[in-house]
């Protein structure tokens, strides 16, 4: 496996085309348009019949860098930031309240 094969298997380094329309706000004509002209490279894939492109983040995000500037792509990656890290609240939170309530179901049965 070559250099540029580990970086496609790598954990977290490629993303999927809605994802980076998603987290970088780009326009899918603007990833085919990237990816005809070499600035990124693809690999098509096909889930339940519907394409999808796996793209190499740190390209999507040089792309972005150079479209939007540095300080644009700084923001978009704090903001995905927090949006991992209240997602991962929530579920904390909905954790914390199952266990409080077996908790409270076990020490009822206890002193009962």
Not at 29 to 57: D, T, V
Not at 86 to 105: F, G, I, M, P, Y
């Amino acid at each position: 496996m070559d250099k540029d094969d580990s970086m496609w298997s790598r954990k977290g380094a490629t993303m999927s085309d809605k994802s980076a329309r998603k987290e970088f706000g780009l326009t899918q004509q603007e990833i085919i348009a990237a990816i005809r002209a070499g600035k990124l490279q693809s690999r098509e894939s096909n889930m339940h019949g519907n394409p999808w492109y796996r793209l190499l983040r740190h390209e999507v995000e040089s792309l972005v860098r150079d479209k939007s500037g540095q300080d644009h792509l700084h923001k978009k990656k704090l903001q995905k930031e927090l949006a991992d890290l209240n997602k991962e609240a929530r579920a904390l939170t909905t954790r914390l309240k199952a266990v409080e309530r077996r908790r409270a179901e076990l020490n009822k049965e206890l002193d009962g």
